[in-house]
Nanobody, 126 residues
Framework: QVQLVESGGGLVQAGGSLRLSCVAS????????MGWFRQAPGKEREFAAA????????YYADSVKGRFTISRDNAKKTMYLQMNSLKPEDTAVYYC???????????????????WGQGTQVTVSS
């Protein structure tokens, strides 16, 4: 089992940037396909991006494609989400997810992952 801790959230103006980090504990971090989800107030948690264990394969939701970049540093057991050109509609709690049960793809669901971080708040002001 992998344990996950996110950081890097905050308040930013529209058009600005933030970088989220997710630090994992566990010996086999590089074998885990991982992802980022987000949950806006009153809405369900939704898929944002995913990355394979080697870092070579990445997938994005249409809503963030071209603005967000997912990456990982297996030596540091850390996954990142670089968020550029932020919009007010990107405001949400962002969650790191690990231990994918199934195939890496776009549109992954909450139930596809077995490990979650506690979340970090991202607020984009207009």
């Amino acid at each position: 089992q992998v344990q996950l801790v996110e950081s890097g959230g905050g308040l930013v103006q529209a058009g600005g940037s933030l970088r989220l980090s997710c630090v994992a504990s566990g010996r086999t971090f590089d074998f885990y396909d991982m992802g980022w989800f987000r949950q806006a107030p009153g809405k369900e948690r939704e898929f944002a991006a995913a990355i394979g264990g080697s870092g070579h394969y990445t997938y994005y939701a249409d809503s963030v494609k071209g603005r967000f970049t997912i990456s990982r540093d297996n030596a540091k057991k850390t996954m990142y989400l670089q968020m550029n050109s932020l919009k007010p509609e990107d405001t949400a709690v962002y969650y790191c997810a690990g231990d994918l049960r199934g195939r890496l793809r776009v549109g992954l669901r909450v139930i596809d992952f077995g490990a979650w971080g506690q979340g970090t708040q991202v607020t984009v002001s207009s």
